[in-house]
């Protein structure tokens, strides 16, 4: 089945600890991405890899960092998580560039205390 | 400064009837509009896309209308369902983009 994956599915932390929310795909695409979705403020993307290491900042890249040492992995990773990170976050993939961001996890929800 | 706009927190409907989800976009080089529906607890699911050369793309009972002169996309669900109650968002690209901008969202509710 094609599929995105995200671990864990939901994340309790305190400021400052590390933490990295991992995502898979199972379907050899060369494009990834992450999303934040906050209350009010619908989707907005932090970073995207349009293949092995090659990345990019999105909109919101502040205090994030991804890495794509792999086809099917692309981690997010919080270095020093602060309040303003707590969201609920989305890993997607697709082919290749253009075409829809065809398939979505099933999201992550960090709240930071 | 938000690009793609959905202005309509929440819309409900009678099972049967049509829902019509609204979009508007500022940024006039978007060529490419998407439309996802989200459950809770689950991703969004892509739904449906219209490229710029159209103003209409049907898949189903779903419909997407693009008027460029307005910079206005809407959703048309007919005839709506129960299962069709979730969030829907519009998002818009460049072609060949990488990135998508994401409207804020609808939430729509039939009843039955």
């Known amino acids: 089945e094609a599929q995105v994956t995200q671990n864990p599915r939901y994340l309790i932390t305190v400021t400052g600890k590390k933490l990295t929310v991992t995502c898979s795909q199972n379907m050899n695409h060369e494009y990834m991405s992450w999303y934040r979705q906050d209350p009010g403020l619908g989707l907005r993307q932090i970073y995207y890899?349009?293949?092995?290491?090659?990345?990019d900042k999105g909109d919101v890249p502040e205090g994030y960092k991804v890495s794509r040492k792999e086809k099917r992995n692309f981690p997010l990773i919080l270095e020093s998580p602060s309040p303003n990170q707590t969201s609920l976050y989305f890993c997607a993939s697709r082919m290749g560039q253009g075409g829809p961001e065809a398939f979505f996890g099933q999201g992550t929800r960090l709240t930071v205390v | 400064d938000q690009q793609v706009k959905q202005n309509s927190p929440s819309l409900s409907v009678q099972e049967g009837r049509i829902s019509i989800l609204n979009c508007d976009y500022t940024?006039?080089?978007?060529?490419?509009f998407l439309w996802y529906k989200k459950y809770p607890a689950e991703g969004p699911t892509f739904l449906i896309s219209i490229s710029s050369i159209k103003d209409k793309n049907e898949d189903g009972r779903f419909t997407v209308f693009l008027n460029k002169s307005a910079k206005h996309l809407s959703l048309h669900i007919v005839p709506s369902q129960p299962g069709d109650s979730a969030v829907y968002f519009c998002?818009?690209?460049?072609?060949?983009?990488?990135?998508?901008?994401f409207g804020t969202g609808t939430r729509l509710k039939v009843l039955a």
């Open positions: 998002a818009a690209g460049g072609s060949g983009t990488y990135k998508y901008i």
């Open positions: 940024n006039s080089m978007f060529d490419y």
């Open positions: 890899s349009m293949n092995v290491e090659v990345t």
